[in-house]
Each structure stands twice: as C-alpha cells, then as structure tokens.
C-alpha cells in the first residue's frame, strides 16, 4: 500500500478527459519482464530496463524496483560508499526507510512517499543504508532507483541534491476519480511535480483501481514507459496485458492508456504503474559501472579520478538529516581541476 493517498479522490484537481477525435494514442512497442538480482550488500532488486533498447530509453540510463520485500530483523540492506559521475540518480521510497549521505554535504532520511534527487554531475560519493533501528526491527522495504542521462553540457556540472518529501507531490485524479497520480516531477495537464530535473522529463507514480482506466495526456516529443509496481492490468488503446515486473514501452502518439484489470488478487488491491517518460538526449553514451559519460575516455578518466580521490572524501561523520540550503539551485559547469590529492580511496 503507497504511503501517499488520499481519502477521497474526488477532491483532488482532474486530468481532463481525453477527446477520442483529437488523441493520438500511443500503442504498445514491447513488453519485457525485469530479472530478479542483487544489488549493494545484498537487497533484492527487479532490472526494469534489462533488454530493451537503449534507444527506447533515452534519457534513462538504469532503473531497479527495490523489493517489495518483508525484511526480518537483521535482514535490512543497504550499499556502500561508491562513486557517481555524469547523471541523476533518482531514489523514490514507497514504503521503507533509507537513509542518504554523499561528499558533496548531502544527506537525509527518506519514507513513505520521499525521492531524493541526487545530481552526481562531475562526481560525488555516496552511500544510501536503512537506520539502525529499521536494521533492528526488520519491517516493509519497497522503493525505485532511477539513473537518468545528463547531456554533454551538464555533466560537469557541481553535485547538487534535492530532498522531496512524499506531501509535496501534486496529487490528482483521473476525470472520472478511479486512479491517484502523483507528480514527481514534470507536467501532467499542466500540474507539475516539485522535481527540478536538468533533462526535460515526467516522473509520476499512479495507482489504478480495479476496472478503472487512466487516460494520460503525454508530450509527443517524449519517449514513454510504464512499469508496474504491482498488480494487472493493460496498457494502450489495443490493452496488452502486463503484470508486476513487467515494463512497457510505447511508440508515438500524445495520449497513453493504463487500466487495472478488474479483479486484482489480495495481496495487491490496486494497479500500481510508475510511469516515466523524457526528450531523448541523442548523444552518444558509455556507460560503465557507476559512470555515464559520452566516451570510453572519459570512463577511463572516471576511473582514475576516483582512484585519486578526486571525486569526493568521505566525510569522517554523518552529516544531519538535511540537504545543503545551495543544493537545489543548478550551477555552473566545471570541470574538477587535477590538484592535490586530500586523500586516496581504496
């Protein structure tokens, strides 16, 4: 069950009706399955993006959905300090707790309905953890990670980070009240999401009631991507089936259609999509390990900055439960000068 809600949907700003005349729908390209693996110290993840085309995806780069898992004490997982450089990672928590720290003076705890929006830009280090007590205690993990594509002008841009609590989202309803959206970030009829991004994108989170159907007015010079949390449903005008794990990708058009089948199993009670979409990038793009970068050189350049501890120093204490009052505010490109070395990472 997401975290945000709402007791009557009604209340909430519609998305208008979708004019059959004038909608170009969007049809269903292809349906994948994500695999089941493991990620950091061993927290189970489903690959949305495993097998399709990097074309389909730009200006996404990566995605994992983070369980749903019930954790027994002891069993909470995390990651350890790592380095980024070139894109956006994006962790939105569904249910759970996580917390965050990185280099640059970052940091917070996000629950229920959180994202932090973390630039990496020219590089940073971070690490993301659940708290002592959740590691104690065990409870519900479920949340996204997403990596998304700086163009070449951006990725030498200082590290900055953003804290979006789950009550900033805009919520909204479909025209007839039988789906809740949450607007992460972009534009959705003209209802935008707190999420600054540098790449023009729409992130949304939407839950579907049973027999219920989503019309989505969509940006016809952005890709399109639904993949579902949980629950079944269809997707598209021709209502191609599609399950959990299951991702969807969609051809051109302004309009996409989502509709929860009409009995959902008792565990899940509703369709649950998260629905991304951007204007594709169209650069080159290498990408290894935790880089993106546009050439195989500057993966290599990556690399050694790292070694050399030009990306960052791990702070010598937890930085509070905050994010930097600067952080939100683009800034200007620059390059990491080759200077002395504070100190080298193993």
């Known amino acids: 069950m997401p975290a ?5 949907v ?6 208008p009706k979708v004019d059959p005349t004038q909608a170009a729908h969007r049809r269903v390209r292809s349906v994948t399955t994500a695999p089941a693996s493991f990620e950091g110290e061993g927290f189970p993840v489903r690959r949305a993006f495993a097998g399709v085309p990097r074309a389909d995806l730009d200006p996404f780069v990566h995605m994992d959905q983070m369980g ?14 790592h380095p980024h450089r070139g894109f956006e990672t994006v962790t939105y928590m569904i249910d759970g707790v996580f917390d965050h720290q990185d280099s640059n003076g970052g940091g917070g705890r996000i629950t229920n309905g959180d994202t932090q ?9 971070h690490i993301e953890a659940p708290p002592e007590q959740l590691v104690a205690s065990g409870g519900l993990f479920h949340g996204i990670q997403l990596w998304v594509n700086l163009p070449r002008a951006n990725k030498w841009n200082p590290p900055r980070y953003q804290d979006i609590r789950g009550r900033e989202a805009r919520l909204l309803s479909s025209d007839d009240g039988g789906a809740l959206v949450r607007v992460i970030a972009g534009e959705v009829a003209g209802h935008h999401g707190p999420g600054s991004t540098f790449t023009p994108m729409t992130l ?7 027999g219920a159907r989503l019309q989505l007015p969509w940006r016809a010079d952005f890709n399109a991507l ?12 021709e209502a191609r089936p599609i399950h959990l794990g299951q991702l969807a990708v969609f051809g051109d058009g302004d309009t996409l ?28 793009v290498f990408h290894y390990g935790p880089f993106v970068m546009n050439t195989k050189a500057e993966i290599i350049e990556a690399i050694e900055d790292y070694q050399a501890g030009r990306l960052g120093t791990i702070p010598a204490q937890p930085v509070p439960h905050r994010h930097p009052a600067t952080s939100t505010r683009p800034g200007k490109s620059t390059r990491p000068k080759r200077g002395r070395v504070r100190r080298r990472l193993p």
Do not use: F
């Open 257 to 284: 259609t989502i509709a929860a089948d009409t009995r959902q199993d008792s565990r899940t009670p509703d369709l649950e999509v998260l629905v991304l979409g951007g204007k594709p990038i169209g650069e080159p």
């Open 68 to 81: 749903e898992v019930e954790y027994a004490p002891g069993e909470p997982k995390g990651t350890s300090w």
């Open 204 to 210: 949304l989170h939407a839950t579907v009631s049973p």
């Open 4 to 8: 945000v809600t709402v007791d009557n």
């Open 226 to 237: 639904v993949h579902v949390l949980a629950g079944r449903g269809s997707v598209g005008v």
């Open 117 to 125: 929006w973390m630039t990496a830009g020219a590089g940073i280090l």
């Open 10 to 15: 009604l209340v909430l700003p519609r998305i």
